[in-house]
């Protein structure tokens, strides 16, 4: 079946700081790959998304490229700010029975940024 | 344009009632998703309609739990005698048919006493 890895948290940096957030998976067939974000006191947003080997995908700053031999999408963003501080989630999609597109997520990374 | 909406947001109930939770999708969506998000965890998929059918119930835990969408747009998830184990934030999520992305309402925070 389905599975997502993802580093554990909680992660604490200070701004402007490298993250990287480590995810890697177990699916059947070729997965899309996402990273999902939820801000405190929010829903679940997408943040970024990829949906074969080699693509890269980025938003707001922020980078995952999918990589098929080592089966990881870790998430990268070369200076955090405060405002990032929130859960991130990294999931994988397969096309199952009926057309669902079931995602499938790890069990998050806290992220807090200090000022 | 809305989003996704989910009511009740709050839910208190005590061990062995009935509990129904609301979810409507964004309008034209006709893929939609319950998952459920314990402490800690990630969310976990529950049923998946695509159009008023349930296509795919594989990730309900039991019988305790059924979802309808009578008329292809409103969902409801109806769980039964539920249980201390059930305490959960119960979320929702629309899209277009097809591998697109799915757009998560605020969730519903089901706390069984």
């Known amino acids: 079946g389905n599975s997502v890895t993802q580093m554990e948290g909680p992660v604490t940096l200070s701004e402007e700081a490298f993250l990287t957030i480590n995810c890697t998976y177990t699916?059947?067939?070729?997965?899309?790959l996402f990273w999902y974000v939820q801000y405190p006191g929010e829903g679940l947003q997408l943040l970024l998304k990829?949906?074969?080997?080699?693509d890269k995908g980025s938003n707001k700053g922020f980078e995952a490229t999918y990589r098929k031999e080592t089966t990881s999408f870790h998430l990268e963003k070369g200076s955090v700010q405060v405002s990032d501080s929130a859960v991130y989630f990294c999931?994988?999609?397969?096309?199952?029975?009926?057309?669902?597109?079931?995602?499938?997520f790890g069990k998050g990374t806290l992220l807090t940024v200090n000022p | 344009g809305a989003g996704v909406s989910q009511t009740p947001s709050n839910k208190v109930t005590e061990k062995g009632k009935y509990v129904e939770l609301r979810c409507d999708p964004i309008?034209?969506?006709?893929?939609l998703y319950w998952y459920r998000q314990s402490l800690g965890q990630g969310p976990e998929f529950l049923i998946y309609f695509q159009g008023t059918g349930a296509a795919d119930d594989s990730g309900l835990p039991n019988d305790r739990f059924f979802a309808v969408r009578p008329e292809g747009s409103v969902s409801t998830l109806k769980i039964q005698r539920t249980e201390r184990g059930d305490s959960a934030v119960y979320l929702c999520a629309s899209s277009p048919q097809g591998p697109n992305e799915q757009f998560f309402g605020p969730g519903t925070r089901l706390t069984v006493l």
């Open positions: 699916a059947t067939g070729y997965p899309s």
């Open positions: 990829a949906t074969k080997a080699d």
């Open positions: 309008s034209g969506h006709t893929a």
């Open positions: 999931a994988l999609s397969t096309l199952g029975g009926g057309s669902n597109y079931k995602l499938t």
